[in-house]
């Protein structure tokens, strides 16, 4: 007789061909979404990094052009003291438009009542701003007229400047009203301390016998030069100067 076979047990079961295809396919697609997230990332990143370099050196190159700007303004005031040493003592007693000077300290009336504007920053109002040009050589709109060189410097910068005698009115520092920034050099009893520097009328230094104390006055003036830049930068030196002691 044949033995019988034991078909009882337990066997094993392997997944269809249909469903490892199903689970590969998945898995495939998802690698591809991690694969695109990545490089939308890469991507955003690259691009940030283009922009901090292009920004850093936009920024350098400004810095580098305002630092130019500077020195040239500096040139500036060396061009305006020998226009104000230029003027005679008359000269400097009235306005002088085509040179850029000015024999008062025009810091009152105008919009605000403060005078100019020298940076055009203080008043919305262009009324009471100076007319400064350019690098091109156009002029803003303004209430004063600066001088402006007519060439350019070597780093291109355009160069312009007023000067303004620190007096409240036109005339001489001895007329009557009138009243001036000066420094005294020689105070007779109180000469032994120095200089002063006073912004009072003319008769205000003297003594009980009515004799001047203040025999010099040395004037002051203010210069101000704008240096205006290619990249449309520009700036601003402002400085006080007085007047040589004979």
């Avoid at 490892?20 to 998802?30: I, P």
């Avoid at 052009?65 to 020195?71: E, V, Y």
């Avoid at 007319?131 to 709109?141: E, I, P």
Wanted: proline share 3%; with cysteine.
């Amino acid at each position: 007789m044949a033995p019988k076979l034991n078909l009882k047990g337990d066997f094993m079961t392997f997944p269809s061909p249909t469903r490892l295809k199903t689970t590969a396919s998945r898995e495939q697609g998802l690698a591809l979404m991690v694969a695109l997230i990545a490089l939308v990332a890469m991507t955003m990143a690259g691009v940030a990094l283009v922009r901090s370099i292009d920004t850093n050196a936009l920024i350098a190159g400004n810095l580098a052009f305002r630092q130019s700007a500077t020195l040239s303004a500096e040139q500036g005031i060396e061009a305006a003291i020998k226009t104000l040493a230029s003027l005679s003592v008359s000269q400097r007693e009235q306005d002088q438009e085509s040179k850029g000077y000015f024999s008062t300290m025009q810091d009152a009336g105008l919009v605000d009542g403060k005078g100019i504007d020298y940076t055009g920053n203080r008043t919305a109002s262009t009324e009471d701003n100076i007319r400064w040009q350019d690098q091109t050589g156009d002029a803003a709109d303004g209430a004063v007229k600066p001088f402006c060189m007519s060439n350019l410097d070597a780093a291109g910068n355009r160069i312009c400047y007023t000067i303004h005698r620190q007096c409240k009115n036109p005339g001489a520092p001895t007329d009557t009203n009138q009243e001036c920034i000066f420094e005294c050099t020689d105070l007779g009893n109180r000469s032994g301390k120095g200089g002063d520097m006073v912004s009072a009328t003319y008769d205000h230094l003297k003594s009980p016998s009515g004799v001047d104390e203040c025999e010099k006055r040395l004037l002051f003036y203010k210069i101000t030069v704008r240096a205006a830049s290619p990249r449309g930068n520009s700036s601003y030196v402002q400085v006080f100067v007085k007047e040589a002691e004979e």
